[in-house]
């Protein structure tokens, strides 16, 4: 099946800093997603974005399909963004989304 | 988007007991998903739920161990039957949107068995 790799799987900020997220898929995707699981437990939809760039607030992802990837931007961050951040693919063969390992961020004030 | 809820939020449980999770969706779907969330985990589908159909279970989860129902187009059950430890887990309802493949989860049961 298809092989989704997040990258770093750890990352400690000092409040306002700024950091990118990596996914990396091993096949061809009809959909990818980030989510934010906060420390409740809950997913948090951020971004649905197969491909091209988006913007939403702080927060900004691009992906590239072509290549396989996607980023996801957090500028300024503040402590409420700490979590676990999920990267999830959707490929029409298997017809089910695959998610990464992803990657826990910790913001410390 | 869909609003989904989960019943119960939380349970601790004693071993060889079984435990029934309740996903209510405020909109009709075609397909229900419901994920198992192991302590430090990402999220494994443990199966597939059509309505009027019985649910497709992927590999490593089998029916007589997380019987799911799925009795009309708003609502589905995951048990999750003789309990051990090991299923100590966050249980995750998913939808998928009406447009595509956006999926969006229910706030999640955390389990904790003794």
């Known amino acids: 099946g298809i092989q989704v790799e997040q990258s770093p799987p750890d990352l400690i900020l000092q409040e306002g800093a700024n950091s990118t997220l990596r996914c990396n898929f091993s096949?061809?995707?009809?959909?990818l997603q980030w989510f934010h699981q906060n420390p409740w437990g809950q997913l948090i939809n951020l971004f649905y974005?197969?491909?091209g760039t988006k913007q939403n607030g702080r927060l900004s992802a691009t992906t590239v399909a072509t290549e396989r990837y996607s980023l996801l931007y957090i500028s300024s961050s503040q402590t409420t963004d700490s979590g676990v951040y999920f990267c999830?693919?959707?490929?029409?063969?298997?017809?089910?989304?695959?998610f990464g390992d992803g990657t826990t961020l910790t913001v410390k004030p | 988007s869909a609003v989904i809820s989960q019943k119960p939020s939380r349970d601790i449980c004693q071993r060889g007991t079984s435990l029934t999770i309740q996903c209510q969706v405020d909109?009709?779907?075609?397909?229900m998903f419901w994920y198992r969330q192991q302590p430090g985990q990402s999220l494994t589908l443990i199966a597939t739920?059509?309505?009027?159909?019985?649910?497709?279970?992927e590999s490593g989860f089998v029916i007589d161990k997380f019987p799911i129902s799925r009795p009309n187009l708003t609502f589905s059950t995951l048990t999750v039957s003789n309990m051990s430890p090991e299923d100590s887990s966050i249980y995750l309802c998913?939808?998928?949107?009406?447009?595509?493949?956006?999926?969006?989860f229910g706030p999640g049961t955390r389990l904790t068995v003794l």
């Open positions: 739920a059509n309505q009027g159909s019985e649910a497709t279970y």
């Open positions: 974005i197969p491909s």
């Open positions: 999830a693919v959707h490929n029409t063969n298997a017809g089910k989304s695959t």
């Open positions: 998913s939808v998928e949107g009406r447009l595509h493949n956006e999926q969006f």
């Open positions: 909109s009709q779907v075609t397909m």
């Open positions: 096949d061809s995707v009809n959909n």
